[in-house]
């Protein structure tokens, strides 16, 4: 019999709370705290709202696969992010999303990559030389604001055909801002209207304009240029036998914007982090480059470089961006032998699977030789599964990998004195807490 193990619920206030209060105060160290106590399989309560943490392999197959269509995404917290990026491929569901996701598909085909690849390639020599230029004048770099304006580089030139710099500052700071307020509301559950609560409405819908109408500039700008049918997702929008309308195109460019870049600027910032504090492996994936005489010239060589693979993996393995997620149930269920009812939530986790004491050893070591054996089916799942899996696993992998490869053959990293006891922030998605500086140091 495997049923759900259920937590005690708040001090005092759990008849009305739940385990709302102890989730508010930290949602990842909570959840983890309880993956540890109770196991992976839990029942919890957010005020009346029942919810199931599945964060065991069968679970998961089971609810992001076998009976996937039984979960879809329209939870709370995914309509939390559509008030964000309005209603696109990453948060529609049933028929909109599927004719969304069809639309934009074209854009990933594999017979795209060797332009991808061509982008990647020359937004990394430039953003290297940047880094190089600047680290003449002063040797410590934020490496978080570099990773964002790379990746917000590759993810404009590749989807869109604009590297985005003149909107860079506007695009990121209130996408960034507009993430910490969607966390604040998310918390701040009160029906009451408080001033609080008026302020950050204001505060939130005034950010958002700015965005919208900046991301609408780009989209108008580039409706005006002659050019070839379906070049990029931009035009495969345009030219659809669906007709979007102009929300649904700004909805699923923000989309587009926000996955493609967020994520992995994220990941990109952890990797120099982990470099940082393991040096051994900037001189392991250095060498092996090396050997190699430094060469990519495609998509295919990176593959031949198992040490920045490993390495990426254990990466995302410790601090997968999207590091929990969530469904609802829409009819009555079972998942292992726990009765499941429509309206339920389910919250899934990678950073828990991933952490998880029975597939991980030491799961809170760093170990990327880990990976020399393949991991088990649905214990890692840093892009999710099932058909709403990730869109852009390949572009964010090429990505990553160029950048590391190309700042670890011409420098070495530690960190800045300023950059100190890095904890997580697991909000929206997970970032370190702090901006990091690292001290580099051009290699001879
Ligand atoms: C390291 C980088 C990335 C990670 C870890 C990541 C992770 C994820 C995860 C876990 C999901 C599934 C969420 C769920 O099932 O609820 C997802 C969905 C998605 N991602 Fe990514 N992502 C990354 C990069 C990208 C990039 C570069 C793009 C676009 C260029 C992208 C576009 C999308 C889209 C459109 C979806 C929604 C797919 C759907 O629901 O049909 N992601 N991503």
Redesign the pocket.
Same mark, same amino acid.
């Given at each position: 019999m495997r049923r759900a193990v259920k937590p005690p619920r708040d001090f005092f206030w759990g008849p009305i709370t739940g385990h709302a209060l102890s989730l508010r105060k930290s949602r990842l160290s909570y959840m983890y705290a309880c993956l540890k106590q109770y196991g992976d399989f839990i029942e919890m309560y957010l005020g009346k709202q029942r919810t199931l943490l599945v964060n065991d392999p069968a679970g998961l197959k089971y609810v992001l696969l076998d009976n996937g269509k039984n979960y879809p995404?329209n939870t709370p917290g995914y309509k939390r992010v559509a008030e964000v990026l309005g209603q696109g491929? $990453?948060t529609d569901v049933g028929e909109e999303?599927k004719i969304g %996701?069809k639309a934009i598909q074209p854009t990933f085909n594999p017979s795209k990559f060797d332009h991808y690849f061509s982008i990647v390639a020359d937004e990394t020599q430039k953003t290297i030389n940047q880094i190089k230029d600047n680290a003449k004048i002063n040797r410590s770099i934020n490496i978080s604001s570099w990773s964002t304006r790379y990746a917000l580089h590759v +993810?404009g030139r590749s #989807?869109l055909n604009e590297t985005l710099e003149d909107s860079f500052n506007i695009i990121s700071k209130n996408l960034s801002h507009l993430i910490d307020l969607t966390e604040k509301k998310m918390t701040y559950i009160t029906p009451i209207k408080t001033l609080f609560k008026w302020r950050l409405e204001k505060d939130f819908n005034s950010t958002l304009k700015v965005l919208d109408d900046e991301i609408i500039k780009i989209i108008a700008n580039e409706k005006q240029k002659v050019r070839s049918p379906k070049e990029n997702m931009l035009h495969a929008l345009f030219d659809s036998p669906m007709n979007f309308s102009d929300k649904k195109i700004l909805s699923q460019v923000k989309? &587009?914007i926000f =996955? @493609?870049h967020e994520?992995?600027a994220n990941?990109i910032t952890w990797a120099f982090y982990f470099l940082s504090l393991h040096p051994q492996w900037q001189e392991k994936i250095f060498s092996e480059f090396k050997d190699h005489d430094f060469s990519i010239t495609s998509e295919e060589d990176l593959k031949t470089f198992s040490s920045i693979n490993l390495f990426l993996n254990e990466v #995302?393995r410790m601090r *997968?961006? =999207?590091w929990s $997620?969530g469904r609802v149930a829409i009819a009555k269920d079972r998942i292992h032998d726990e009765e499941i009812n429509a309206g339920d939530l389910i919250s899934i986790s *990678?950073f828990l699977i991933h952490h998880h004491p029975d597939f991980w050893e030491n799961p809170e070591d760093f170990m990327p030789e880990r990976f020399l054996k393949a991991p088990a089916p649905f214990t890692f799942i *840093?892009? @999710?599964a099932g058909q %709403? +899996?990730? &869109?852009?696993?390949r572009? =964010?992998n090429l990505e990553?990998c160029m950048f590391l490869l190309h700042a670890i053959k011409e420098f070495t990293f530690t960190f800045s004195s300023q950059t100190i006891n890095v904890q997580m922030n697991a909000q929206v998605s997970l970032r370190p807490d702090q901006a990091i500086y690292l001290d580099v140091e051009v290699r001879k």
């Open positions: 995404k491929v $990453f999303w %996701r +993810i #989807l989309t &587009m =996955a @493609g994520t992995t990941v #995302l *997968p961006p =999207a $997620f *990678p *840093p892009y @999710g %709403r +899996i990730c &869109m852009g696993e572009l =964010a990553m």
